[in-house]
């Protein structure tokens, strides 16, 4: 069983920048695959971003070039920065963890933009 926490959501303007965390209860370098998931009010849950052990990461058309996903493996910690935030980024999101899709999921962070 993995528990994954994060924290890091928050009330941001177009424009500015946050930084999620998502902390888990085991090494990150046993786990294939972590990322993010985000659902918007009355939408479904959609895939945002993925980072494998290798390193490799993915990310969804919608916020290639402004977000960016990264590890560290000795404070089994998967964190997404997320810059230049639009209204539509206005979601809760989801960390995951899984051998090759989410076996496990945090308990979500709001992340709202607005003016």
């Known amino acids: 069983q993995v528990q994954l926490v994060e924290s890091g959501g928050g009330l941001v303007q177009p424009g500015g920048s946050l930084r999620l965390s998502c902390a888990a209860s085991v090494r990150v370098d046993s786990i294939n695959v972590m990322g993010w998931y985000r659902q918007a009010p009355g939408k479904q849950r959609e895939p945002v971003a993925g980072?494998?052990?290798?390193?490799?990461?993915n990310y969804a058309d919608s916020v290639k070039g402004r977000f960016s996903i990264s590890r560290d493996n000795a404070k089994n910690t998967v964190y997404l920065q997320m810059n230049s935030l639009k209204p539509e980024d206005t979601a809760v999101y989801y960390c995951?963890?899984?051998?090759?899709?989410?076996?496990?999921w945090g308990q979500g962070t709001q992340v709202t933009v607005s003016s």
């Open positions: 980072i494998t052990t290798g390193g490799g990461a």
């Open positions: 995951f963890a899984g051998d090759y899709r989410p076996d496990y």
